[in-house]
């Protein structure tokens, strides 16, 4: 009863969480799920086999490199506009959530170069379970990414309008917890389909 | 906080236009209406699918009345399909978890909306979106899909299968939405409640209805993830031409039945715990005693919860699981009985001893009780490896699954209706014709299945089109055929229902505030209330719900929003 | 955190840590034998996604709540884990 018990004063009942950082926190639960079970899967199916290195190794290190330093780099900047809002800078907010569309772009423009010129050599999906998991995993990480884009896309439609940062700026922390999961997503993909 | 939360909804006047108000509302009682009128058509649908299939099974050659040609096993297979997916998916979910729970939660704990709501009304329409894409799939090129609910491969993995043609991909992209639908849906249900509840209203003063939609938001937003990643790992086999699933490509069919049962456990308790706490809010009122065992109850179902999500394997005993793994799986199988049969022994304990008023939703809520124990009881025989390993994929789990899901879906559904749709459309419905629809339905579905259960015992299979190619099916040719006309009277008995739903609406008696003498927040207000949900100041609430048989009270009860009589105790 | 030092962001030191680590894990599977690579690219992406999480999704400064809508989705991944392992890795 001890919930109840100092209840009565005051304002209506809730929790210290803003009901938007606790909804994007659920999503983020159920998309740990989702990620988490193609990894499993995918986990399960290299154990099972004899490995994948020559196929894994057919992947540029280079170009998972350059991208795994775009997103990392990405999430800073995106952690950046959130702190912006937090100092009232206007101007820097609207910058580094500019900087997140345009790095979010970058590497889908050479993820699209990487799956192209796979798709040449007739590395398609089909060719083996390696390549198969390289492109489901691949693919819905980078829908996710995509989504990503979209959101600040329309952080910054509405930022951009005079008084927007103050007024919608909040959701910068949202859309940066979003983006977040999106970049640790990559952090173990990263190993799983270039590196080990 | 978001600038959507609808807080201030009271503030603002009622939206105007028929589309507004009607069609792209994001008030939560019109959303709810939306979805109770697409789990109702989608039940009629379902509904008659289960007659053309038990027709096929007492009259294998014949003429199907009101569909006009016997059908084939291909055929059968579409409808077994759709019926299960319909029923699981498009009925089940819609009406327990999405209608009742949009309706009840903000009214329930005192909000005058949900959290997002227009997160709220982008879930409807992407229901509506997941509805019409599988309404598609039976007009395509190979017919609807003919996997099963279940979507096992190999037999869903490859296009050139029967029944698994263009039908299959739409049956997966509808299920994909439904699931993105109640994602959306999942996150309004969890944070409205924990943030949005009015003063006084502790969490441990909620009533268990909401409590209940909680738990089952959570287990099912916990449990999609693998199934969303099977998704679209078959979609890719089927479109790419992988072989995750597809043994001959080096893939491996038995890890689609994991990540499906890994979801499809916990949604069992998605459909079932909405179900009980219905029950669980009509039993206290019609019985005018408090509910016992609030805390407990609670307890055992977050216990039930977390044990869901490691018995799933109980579905796969003979698909070569690793017969060690059996045992484990069977011990937390029977275990999860443990917290079930607490809250069953509180229900009936809450009956005992009370002044109970049997008016149209407390006979479905008893009926629905009844079944469930029943159908809860046969699970443990399902459960255990050995037995199940003899009526695994016979009559008799068809019998098991239906007592436990038409007790949680259609009884406690019903009873559910008949309780809150004064609050919802503003008028009663009528009691006659709801004892009528009570006795059809509850008589002759315990006609339909309890002797199915002999059936399967008997040896019978599922999904099959035509017993009567099995020698050793004729003795029970007889029992299928009584079945089959119970199941006939079972679906009639519902045009009782039905008609009494749209007459009420139109014609029923005007509903008082609170015509049950019910003591939680939702009777405080105008029937049907009013957008905001409060005409004024939304109440403030002094103790916990169920405050049913108290001694010093005018009345033998005590709303949440009334502070205690001196001496009286508000019930705990 | 996220107001301390007018000058200068502190999340630019976790930014160059990551960056760090990343070209680290890069090297090690190039310079170390097999099976010490894939134990070191593994253990240096749980030390990059612990950092993201802390620091850029501030689970440093969050409360038990939201930790745990982070921790048990991640147990329940791994009780799925173990219950195909048999299944789908030693009995094919």
Known sequence: MSTAAHASAGAAESTPFPSAKLGIWWFLASEIMVFGGLIVSYLLFRMAGPGWSAELHHNSTLLGTVNTLILLTSSFTMVEVH?????????????????????????????????????????????????????????????????????????????????????????????????????????????????? | MSGTT??????????????????????????????????????????????????????????????????????????????????????????????????????????????????????????????????????????????????????????????ADKGMDLWLLALALEFASFLMGGINFLVTPLNMR?????????????????????????????????????LLDRNLGTSFFLASGGGDPLLWQHLFWFFGHPEVYVILLPGLGAMMEVMPTFSRKTIFGYRPIIVAVLVAGALSFVVWAHHQYISGLDPRLATPFSVTTILISVPFALIVFALLATLWGGSIRLATPMWFAVGGLAVFIFGGLTGIFNGSAAVDIYIHDTYFVVAHFHSTFFSALFLAGFAAIYYWYPKMFGRMMNEALGQIHFWGTFLFFLAVFVPMHLVGVGGMMRRIANPGQYEFLAPLSGLNRMI?????????????????????????????????????????????????????????VHHPPYGYGLPGAGEDWVPQHRPAPSGAGAGR | MKESGAHGSPYLLIWIYL???????????????????????????????ALVAMYFMHLKVERFFIHSLSLIPLALVLVLFLGVLQDVVFNR
């Open chain 1, 83 to 196: 702190r912006a809002h937090g100092r009232g800078e206007e101007a820097k907010f609207r910058l580094h959530l500019a900087l997140t569309i345009l790095l979010g772009l970058v590497f889908l423009a050479i993820k699209g170069a990487e799956y192209t010129a796979h798709i040449r050599e007739g590395l398609v999906p089909a060719k083996s379970m390696f390549w198969a998991f390289y492109f489901g995993m691949t693919g819905l990480h980078g829908l996710h990414v995509l989504g990503g884009i979209v959101a600040n896309a329309c952080l910054y439609a509405v930022a951009a309008r005079p008084g927007g940062v103050a007024r919608y700026g909040h959701r910068a922390e949202m859309n940066g917890l979003y983006w977040h999961f999106v970049d640790v997503v990559w952090i173990f993909l990263f190993p799983l389909l270039y590196l080990g």
């Open chain 2, 6 to 163: 609808a807080a201030a909804g009271g503030h603002h006047g009622e939206p105007g236009g028929f589309l507004r108000k009607y069609v792209f509302s994001a008030d939560h009682k019109m959303i709810a209406r939306q979805y109770m009128f697409i789990s109702l058509f989608w039940a009629a649908v379902g509904g008659y699918f289960a007659y053309i299939i038990r027709w096929q099974l007492a009259h294998p050659e014949a003429d199907i009345p009101l569909f006009g040609r016997p059908i084939g096993p291909d055929e059968y297979n579409a409808f077994v399909t759709m019926h299960g997916t319909i029923m699981v998916f498009f009925v089940a979910m819609p009406l327990l978890l999405a209608s009742f729970g949009n309706f009840l939660i903000p009214l329930m704990i005192g909000a005058r909306d949900m959290a997002f709501p227009r997160l709220n009304m982008l879930s409807v329409w992407v229901l509506g979106a997941a509805s019409a894409l599988l309404l598609l799939s039976f007009f395509v090129e190979g017919g609807p899909a003919a996997g099963g609910w279940t979507g096992y491969p190999p037999l869903s993995a490859r296009t050139a299968y029967v029944g």
């Open chain 2, 198 to 234: 009015t003063r006084g209203m502790g969490l441990l003063r909620m009533p268990l209805f909401v409590w209940m939609v909680m738990i089952a938001s959570l287990l099912f937003l916990l449990s999609v993830g693998p199934l969303v990643a099977g998704a679209v790992m078959l």
């Open chain 2, 484 to 540: 089959t006309m119970s199941a006939v009277l079972l679906l009639l008995s519902q045009f009782f229902f039905a008609f009494n739903f749209f007459w009420s609406m139109f014609r029923g008696r005007r509903a008082p505030d609170n015509p049950w003498e019910g003591t939680t927040l939702e009777w405080t207000t105008p029937s049907p209330p009013p957008h905001g949900n409060w005409p004024g100041e939304v109440p403030q």
């Open chain 3, 19 to 49: 960056v760090v680590l990343a070209l680290a894990s890069v090297a090690a599977s190039i310079v170390l034998p097999k099976v010490p690579a894939e134990l070191a690219i593994y253990f240096l992406a749980l030390v990059k996604a």
